[in-house]
């Protein structure tokens, strides 16, 4: 089951809507005098989760707490897990208006991922 839970296992949500791997690291591009191009990587690639789902306002609540304490997150997502920090705070729009208990928020946000496996 897909779920995004914090690294206490309180509950965010199983409204994901997608999950994608990226990975980000540092080049270096250099012109050299001959007018040929160098390209040099730095280090070792991080890997990165792009999510999109949506979180009712508890959800929301825990999103923030993460962000704010550098609190891990964990995304279960077809049979594998990713566990890591939130890079960006996640951009939250308003998906359904209403009292604060069935207000729903539509989430995208990426995290760092330091550890990896098979759930």
Request: charged share 25%.
């Amino acid at each position: 089951m897909n779920k995004l839970l914090d690294i206490d296992n309180n509950f965010i949500t199983n409204l994901i809507t997608l999950a994608y791997p990226t990975y980000d690291g540092t080049k270096i591009r250099n012109r050299l005098l001959d007018g040929s191009y160098h390209i040099q990587s730095v280090g070792e690639q991080t890997k990165i989760m792009n999510i999109a789902c949506d979180v009712t306002e508890q959800g929301k609540c825990i999103l923030d707490e993460a962000y704010n304490i550098d609190k891990p997150i964990r995304l279960e997502w077809y049979g594998k897990f990713y566990i890591g920090l939130i890079e960006e705070y996640p951009e939250l729009d308003v998906l359904v208006k209403g009292d604060n208990n069935k207000r729903r928020y539509t989430a995208q946000f990426r995290i760092m991922v330091s550890k990896e496996g098979i759930a």
